[in-house]
């Protein structure tokens, strides 16, 4: 019932065969850049206010504050990985909190080629008794190596960086998707990307 689930349940259906989570980007620039230097990155996503150094003025929420900071670096090694995909024609699925419509530099790398399709959209969970019940799923799933007393205690904050996506995605016009059904959700996804491809080729811009 997560991201990476229908992440790879839509690469399945699609024959997609590169999935980049972009947890797993945040990972590798752990590695590279200190908590010093570069705090962020060094939380969860719903935890990177913590992160935050500089004196926030009233009304800021240092929750989506820290979450901001977080999606802006992170996003500097999608976009890379993006840039990769389309030079190499390949399909490529990124999936993860930090693709914030809005947020994502995409302009620089469409700049290179004429030939892409993209397709963003946010998958949600607007009902809150179902979010949670979402992470003791998880837990079991995983055998219990995701603590479901951890994203409990961070609940709220997971609700509202989720309520700052949607915002933004309302703002931008992205597509919601309301993750009520894992396999409505799917095929609403694919649903979607079939209507990119179908308005992409009557426009007479066939893309990779």
């Known amino acids: 019932m997560w991201k990476s689930t229908i992440a790879a349940q839509v690469a399945d259906r699609l024959g997609v065969v590169r999935i980049i989570s972009t947890d797993s980007v945040r990972e590798v620039m752990r590695a590279f850049f200190s908590v010093s230097l570069m705090p962020a990155i060094h939380y969860s996503s719903y935890e990177a206010g913590r992160g935050v150094r500089i004196p926030l003025g009233t009304g800021l929420d240092p929750h989506v504050v820290g979450f901001m900071e977080q999606v802006d670096v992170v996003n500097v090694g999608v976009l890379a990985i ?7 024609h390949t399909s490529l699925i990124v999936e993860g909190v930090h693709m914030v419509p809005g947020m994502f530099a995409w302009a620089g790398a469409k700049e290179r080629t004429r030939e892409v399709l993209l397709l963003q959209m946010v998958v949600a969970v607007s009902d809150a008794a179902l979010h949670r019940s979402h992470f003791m799923v998880r837990e079991q799933e995983t055998s219990g190596r995701r603590a479901i007393a951890r994203y409990l205690k961070g609940f709220d904050e997971i609700r509202e960086i989720q309520d700052f996506i ?43």
């Open 166 to 208: 949607l915002e933004r995605a309302r703002a931008e016009g992205t597509l919601v998707v309301d993750n009520v059904n894992i396999d409505q959700t799917v095929g609403l996804v694919v649903d979607a990307l079939y209507d990119v491809i179908e308005r992409s080729e009557e426009s007479g811009c066939v893309g990779e």
């Open 82 to 88: 993006v840039a990769r995909a389309i030079e190499e």
